[in-house]
């Protein structure tokens, strides 16, 4: 390649006399001028010629589009920096980037919701087949998500009809305590559940005593007598029945007003709730409960898609889709002619009894059709083992971003219970492989919620 301008090869005149040695020399240095043009014309051609040629090898042979070239012209612009340095000059250096991304962060934190209480359901029973909680396991894992633990203590009874519910011996609850205190778990609420042989193994939506008054009797005993292990214990909510549909009957409304009154004369600091099937809490006749209360409970189990969760999501299921649902109505409630959805219900509560709703229960099993229905299609054996119980954690973690972010934020929600820390609603183990307790610890503990 021709790198320097050629020279105009010009003779010195030998004297200023002029002869025919003067003039053939002037003539050659006017004929070098003359021609002078057409030797640069060529070597310019030449020239670029030979950059043009090097510019296409280079652009041929490098990866397209080239960080060289485009790093200096931004996506969208009209004109391109001429160097890339000028373009690095106006960007932000990584002070000024970390404050931006700082400030993004406080604005969006400041703008949530933020929950007062935030647990999750440990069942304590004295069946054989319910495993005893530890401080190694169940609440090791509570502490780590910055959960509390919600007591869901079994009452057993015969049958649907059986008047006489009994309690367990108080020694399980004790037990629980100590467990959930050696791992620096704190304790919301004491949830009793009415089942059969100590479990879980009632549709509590049939439950319609024979005696009612004998029923009412007991039941009045049985909630003062956990009134009292909760003010012994600071455990600040005592929940007063769950999904218990005919004994929140309109005809029973005084019922709870005495059982209330009973308690708050005795306890006047401990909270009150009621843990409402959804059936219950989108019907007001069963809802005027809620006078009586500091926060109407309800246990939503809503059927978030129709969608299989694949591993990974490899679906690609996004929260805005799931988060819908709570813009709609509960299906149990149609028929009634309310048509009311979960926001509005939650809103409903507050605008007439002056109650925040506590979601007394909410949760998925760990399995890909889990934000389908609520109990699993799939064959889904219990292991030996409740630390090594595999699951698609995928799905729970999928439920629980469409909760916090969804009817979690709507102002007049005060707290959650999730169910739960045990088989089939299991949402961590201790193989360290759920995606989902990743998910909880990052709205929980990373305060989001």
């Excluded at 003062?224 to 007063?240: F, K």
Aim: aromatic share 12%; with cysteine.
């Amino acid at each position: 390649m021709l790198v320097n301008v050629p020279r105009i090869d010009l003779k010195d005149e030998p004297s200023p006399f002029q002869n025919r040695e003067a003039r053939l020399q002037k003539q050659y240095n006017w004929n070098s001028l003359r021609f002078w043009g057409n030797a640069y014309s060529d070597w310019l051609y030449q020239t670029m010629d030979d950059f043009s040629k090097r510019f296409d090898d280079q652009i041929n042979l490098t990866p397209q589009p080239s960080e060289i070239i485009d790093a200096r012209r931004p996506a969208g612009a009209a004109n391109a920096y001429k160097t890339i340095g000028d373009r690095m000059d106006e960007m932000p250096t990584g002070k000024e980037f970390n404050d931006l991304k700082n400030n993004l962060q406080n604005l969006v934190l400041s703008d949530r919701h933020r929950l007062t209480y935030k647990s999750a359901a440990v069942g304590l029973s004295p069946h054989a087949g319910v495993r005893v909680p530890t401080a190694d396991f169940e609440f090791k894992h509570l502490a780590n998500m910055g959960l509390s633990a919600t007591f869901v203590v079994m009452l057993n009874v015969n049958d649907k009809n059986d008047s006489n519910v009994q309690m367990p011996d108080d020694a399980i609850i004790s037990k629980a305590i100590s467990e959930a205190t050696a791992a620096g778990v704190s304790v919301t609420m004491i949830k009793p559940h009415i089942g059969v042989s100590f479990m879980d193994w009632l549709d509590r939506g049939t439950y319609e005593p024979r005696d009612w008054s004998a029923f009412w009797t007991n039941w009045r005993k049985i909630m003062l007598h956990y009134a009292g292990i909760c003010d012994a214990n600071r455990i600040p909510i005592l929940c007063l029945g769950t999904e218990q549909y005919k004994c929140t009957d309109a005809s029973m409304i005084e019922q709870w007003g005495a059982l209330t009154a009973a308690i708050r004369s005795k306890y006047p600091n401990l909270k009150l709730t009621y843990a409402a099937v959804g059936e219950e809490y989108f019907n007001e006749q069963h809802g005027q409960i809620a006078q009586y209360l500091d926060f109407m409970g309800a246990n939503f189990y809503p059927s978030y898609t129709y969608k299989l969760v694949q591993s990974g999501n490899a679906g690609g299921i996004t929260i805005d889709e799931l988060s819908r649902i709570f813009h709609t109505a509960n299906p149990s409630s149609i028929g009634t002619g309310n048509t009311r959805t979960y926001h509005e219900m939650v809103d409903f509560y507050k605008k007439k009894y002056n109650v925040s709703t506590f979601v007394t229960e909410t949760g998925v099993m760990p399995t890909d059709d889990g934000l389908v229905h609520l109990v699993t299609d799939n064959n889904f054996p219990q292991a030996s083992d409740p630390t090594q119980q595999t699951g698609r954690f995928e799905t729970p973690a999928l439920a629980m971003e469409a909760f916090f972010n969804g009817l979690a934020q709507n102002p007049n929600i005060i707290g959650f219970n999730w169910w739960g820390v045990g088989y089939p609603f299991h949402f961590f183990n201790g193989l360290g492989d759920s995606v989902a307790e990743d998910v909880m610890k990052k709205y929980v503990k990373g305060g989001l919620v």
